[in-house]
Protein backbone atom coordinates (compact mmCIF):
# COMPACT_ATOMS: atom_id res chain seq x y z
CA UNK A 1 0.00 0.00 0.00
CA UNK A 2 1.15 3.19 -0.57
CA UNK A 3 2.41 6.10 2.03
CA UNK A 4 -0.03 8.45 3.36
CA UNK A 5 2.53 10.88 1.58
CA UNK A 6 1.32 9.72 -1.51
CA UNK A 7 -0.30 11.33 -4.21
CA UNK A 8 -3.10 9.18 -5.63
CA UNK A 9 -2.95 8.16 -8.89
CA UNK A 10 -6.32 9.38 -10.20
CA UNK A 11 -6.18 12.52 -12.20
CA UNK A 12 -9.37 15.14 -12.58
CA UNK A 13 -8.74 15.31 -16.04
CA UNK A 14 -10.19 12.04 -17.14
CA UNK A 15 -13.35 13.57 -16.84
CA UNK A 16 -12.63 16.13 -19.97
CA UNK A 17 -11.89 13.25 -22.18
CA UNK A 18 -15.40 12.43 -23.21
CA UNK A 19 -14.82 8.99 -22.73
CA UNK A 20 -17.40 6.48 -21.74
CA UNK A 21 -18.90 5.96 -18.59
CA UNK A 22 -17.60 2.21 -18.93
CA UNK A 23 -14.15 3.62 -19.70
CA UNK A 24 -13.88 6.09 -17.16
CA UNK A 25 -15.22 3.13 -14.39
CA UNK A 26 -12.32 0.73 -15.64
CA UNK A 27 -9.72 3.75 -15.19
CA UNK A 28 -10.86 4.57 -11.92
CA UNK A 29 -11.04 0.83 -10.57
CA UNK A 30 -6.94 1.40 -12.23
CA UNK A 31 -6.70 3.85 -9.64
CA UNK A 32 -7.65 2.21 -6.81
CA UNK A 33 -5.94 -0.98 -7.25
CA UNK A 34 -2.52 1.02 -7.95
CA UNK A 35 -3.34 3.66 -4.65
CA UNK A 36 -4.10 0.19 -2.84
CA UNK A 37 -0.39 -1.29 -4.34
CA UNK A 38 -2.27 -4.12 -5.81
CA UNK A 39 -1.00 -5.66 -9.08
CA UNK A 40 -3.20 -3.94 -11.96
CA UNK A 41 -3.97 -6.51 -13.86
CA UNK A 42 -6.88 -7.95 -15.60
CA UNK A 43 -7.02 -10.63 -12.94
CA UNK A 44 -7.38 -7.96 -10.35
CA UNK A 45 -10.02 -5.93 -12.42
CA UNK A 46 -11.90 -8.90 -13.17
CA UNK A 47 -12.28 -9.23 -9.17
CA UNK A 48 -13.53 -6.05 -8.75
CA UNK A 49 -15.61 -5.08 -12.28
CA UNK A 50 -19.42 -5.65 -11.64
CA UNK A 51 -20.38 -5.18 -15.63
CA UNK A 52 -19.84 -7.70 -18.64
CA UNK A 53 -16.06 -8.79 -19.07
CA UNK A 54 -16.33 -7.74 -22.38
CA UNK A 55 -17.15 -3.72 -21.33
CA UNK A 56 -13.99 -3.90 -19.00
CA UNK A 57 -11.55 -5.13 -21.65
CA UNK A 58 -13.56 -2.39 -24.20
CA UNK A 59 -12.17 0.12 -21.37
CA UNK A 60 -9.04 -1.34 -21.08
CA UNK A 61 -8.67 -0.97 -24.73
CA UNK A 62 -9.50 2.24 -25.41
CA UNK A 63 -7.38 3.99 -22.56
CA UNK A 64 -4.29 1.94 -24.42
CA UNK A 65 -5.32 3.71 -27.19
CA UNK A 66 -5.53 7.12 -25.22
CA UNK A 67 -1.99 6.75 -23.81
CA UNK A 68 -3.62 6.20 -20.12
CA UNK A 69 -2.86 2.89 -19.75
CA UNK A 70 0.16 0.87 -20.65
CA UNK A 71 0.38 -3.15 -20.93
CA UNK A 72 3.64 -3.81 -19.49
CA UNK A 73 3.33 -7.73 -19.73
CA UNK A 74 0.74 -9.95 -21.14
CA UNK A 75 0.64 -14.01 -21.42
CA UNK A 76 -0.88 -16.06 -24.48
CA UNK A 77 -4.24 -16.12 -22.28
CA UNK A 78 -5.06 -12.59 -22.35
CA UNK A 79 -3.90 -12.29 -18.79
CA UNK A 80 -2.20 -8.87 -18.68
CA UNK A 81 -0.55 -6.08 -16.09
CA UNK A 82 -0.78 -2.96 -16.69
CA UNK A 83 0.60 1.30 -15.00
CA UNK A 84 -0.82 4.04 -15.42
CA UNK A 85 0.75 6.38 -17.44
CA UNK A 86 1.27 9.99 -16.25
CA UNK A 87 -0.98 13.16 -17.84
CA UNK A 88 1.70 14.06 -20.45
CA UNK A 89 1.74 10.68 -22.04
CA UNK A 90 -2.22 11.16 -22.33
CA UNK A 91 -3.63 11.49 -25.60
CA UNK A 92 -6.16 14.21 -25.58
Not at 28 to 50: E, F, H, I, P, R
Request: charge should be negative; proline fraction near 3%.
Amino acid sequence: MNNDHAKPSMNQEIFKLGLSVETISVYLLCCGLTDQGAVLSTKNLLGVWNGNPEALYEGIKILEERKILFKIISDLEDKSVYKLNDIKSWKP
